[in-house]
Structure formats: structure tokens, C-alpha cells
């Protein structure tokens, strides 16, 4: 069974920083893409950062670049998204989901870990 086991969400001022991370099997962390997907009340679920298995591949939504940052601890199988410069508007549930293909469309996704609160203050 796979886990994806999210931590680090919190409340924060408009501006600040929060780093999240998302921790798998060893299997599941060097045989499938990883990302960071949000979902914001009465809003679809959105994809925010997707990085391929060996790391050479990187989607950011627009709404981020600049801003987040996805990397990969090969020895901690552990995903992380750094957020910086963070407004209103990424309140959220965070999740971390994993695929066997490598896409930025939740309905890809073959696994999902249960998801973080982000909550960003003006």
C-alpha cells in the first residue's frame, strides 16, 4: 500500500514562508513523478508542481513560479515544496500525489496522501 504522508502546513502572514514535505517508500519515491496539488474552498483541485522520477522535469502553475520551489532528498525519499512570498490567495489544502505517467492533471494521479491546511492571513 502507498503512503504519502504530508506535514508542515500552518498558518501564515501575507509575505511569509512555509516548507512542506511529503514522505514515501523508497519504491514509491524513485518509481513515480511527485507533486503538490491545492484545492481551495469551492474551488477544483489545481495543480501547483510536478517533478519527474529522476528530477530532470519541472512544472510550476503560473500563479507560482517565482515564488515555490519542488526538490527532491533522495535519502530522506522525501518530496518538499518550498513557499516563499506567500499570499491570500494559496489557501489551501495542500497534497502531495504521486503518478506512474508523468502529468499536471489530478485526474493522473494514482496516489494522494491526505493533505495539509494552508492558511495565509492579509
Known amino acids: 500500500q502507498v503512503q504519502l504522508v504530508e506535514s508542515g502546513g500552518g498558518l501564515v502572514q501575507a509575505g511569509g514562508s512555509l516548507k512542506l514535505s511529503c514522505a514515501t517508500s523508497?519504491?514509491?519515491?524513485?518509481?513515480?513523478?511527485m507533486g503538490w496539488f491545492r484545492q481551495a474552498p469551492g474551488k477544483e483541485r489545481e495543480c501547483v508542481t510536478v517533478i519527474t522520477r529522476d528530477g530532470g522535469r519541472i512544472y510550476y502553475a503560473d500563479s507560482v513560479k517565482g515564488r515555490f520551489t519542488i526538490s527532491k532528498d533522495n535519502a530522506k525519499n522525501t518530496v518538499y515544496l518550498q513557499m516563499n512570498s506567500l499570499k491570500p490567495e494559496d489557501t489551501a489544502v495542500y497534497y502531495c500525489?504521486?503518478?506512474?505517467?508523468?502529468?499536471?492533471?489530478?485526474?493522473?494521479?494514482?496516489?494522494w496522501g491526505k493533505g495539509t491546511l494552508v492558511t495565509v492571513s492579509s
Open positions: 523508497a519504491r514509491t519515491f524513485s518509481m513515480t513523478n
Open positions: 500525489a504521486a503518478a506512474w505517467m508523468f502529468s499536471t492533471d489530478h485526474r493522473d494521479m494514482n496516489y
